[in-house]
C-alpha cells in the first residue's frame, strides 16, 4: 500500500468512527527535539587543545579556561546538520565570552575555521553581544542580563538563518547566492557540519544546559 492509500484508508477509518481493527495507524513525520548533551557526561562531545576548559556539573558543560573548542561528534544525525532548529540553554557570568558554531567541523585547535559563530557575550569588552551572527550580522543590543539563564536558539532553513534570544527574533540573515568570504574566511558559509561550543579565555565562564536540536532535513 502507497501514501497515499494509506492516508485515504485511515481517512475512511475516521469517517467511521470508532477504528476498526485492520486500521491503519495515522503517519508521524514530524521532526522531533532530541538531546545532544546527557547532563552528567561529555560522551558524544570531543575536545582538542586545552580540553581541560570544559566540565560537567550540576548538569551544565562549563566552558571556563584557555581558549578551546567541545565539537559535538556524536550519533545523532551522524553529527552532520544541515536545516535544523537548535536551542540551549546558556548563563554567563560578569565580563565572559563564548559561542555557538554551526555547519562546523572538528579541528584541534584555534578558531574554527568552518561555519558560522552564533554569539554569547553580555557584558565582555567585545561589542558584538549575545545573539550576533559573528562579523556578518552583529547584535550591539544587550537583550539578556549575566547571572541569568537564557534561551539561545537558532535555525538554518536552506540560506536563512534566524536567531533568537529568548523567543525574540535577534538576527535574520540571509546568505546570498554564491557568497564570496575574504582571504582565511573562505568557510565561514553554510554547507553543513556539527555544532561546537566556546571557551574563550580563562576569565569567562559560561554553563551551557538542554542542548537540543531538531534536525529538518
Given at each position: 500500500m502507497n501514501k497515499l492509500s494509506v492516508l485515504g484508508a485511515f481517512a475512511a477509518c475516521l469517517l467511521m468512527g470508532a477504528k476498526?481493527?485492520?486500521?491503519?495507524?495515522?503517519?508521524?513525520?514530524?521532526?522531533?527535539?532530541?538531546?545532544?548533551?546527557?547532563?552528567?557526561?561529555?560522551?558524544?562531545?570531543k575536545v582538542g587543545e586545552n580540553a581541560a576548559t570544559f566540565s560537567v556539573d550540576s548538569g551544565c558543560i562549563i566552558a571556563h579556561g584557555n581558549t578551546a573548542h567541545l565539537f559535538y561528534e556524536g550519533p545523532v544525525q551522524n553529527h552532520d546538520f544541515k536545516d535544523f532548529e537548535f536551542r540551549a540553554n546558556v548563563m554567563t557570568r560578569p565580563g565572559s565570552n563564548s559561542g555557538i558554531y554551526i555547519h562546523t567541523r572538528y579541528q584541534e585547535s584555534g578558531w574554527p575555521a568552518k561555519g558560522y559563530e552564533v554569539q554569547v557575550n553580555n557584558s565582555h569588552t567585545d561589542w558584538r553581544?549575545?545573539?550576533?551572527?559573528?562579523?556578518?550580522?552583529d547584535v550591539k543590543e544587550v537583550y539578556v542580563k549575566d547571572n541569568v539563564w537564557f534561551t539561545e536558539y537558532v535555525s538554518v532553513k536552506g540560506k536563512r538563518i534566524v536567531i533568537k534570544i529568548n523567543n525574540k527574533t535577534v538576527v535574520d540573515y540571509t546568505e546570498p547566492e554564491n557568497v564570496k568570504r575574504e582571504k582565511g574566511s573562505e568557510e565561514r558559509v553554510l554547507s553543513s557540519g556539527t555544532f561546537a561550543l566556546q571557551g574563550h579565555d580563562p576569565n569567562s565562564k559560561v554553563y551551557f544546559k538542554n542542548i537540543m536540536v531538531k534536525p529538518l532535513d
Open positions: 476498526p481493527a485492520g486500521c491503519p495507524t495515522a503517519i508521524t513525520t514530524k521532526a522531533e527535539w532530541v538531546s545532544l548533551f546527557d547532563g552528567k557526561t561529555m560522551n558524544g562531545w553581544r549575545t545573539g550576533s551572527l559573528y562579523g556578518i550580522e
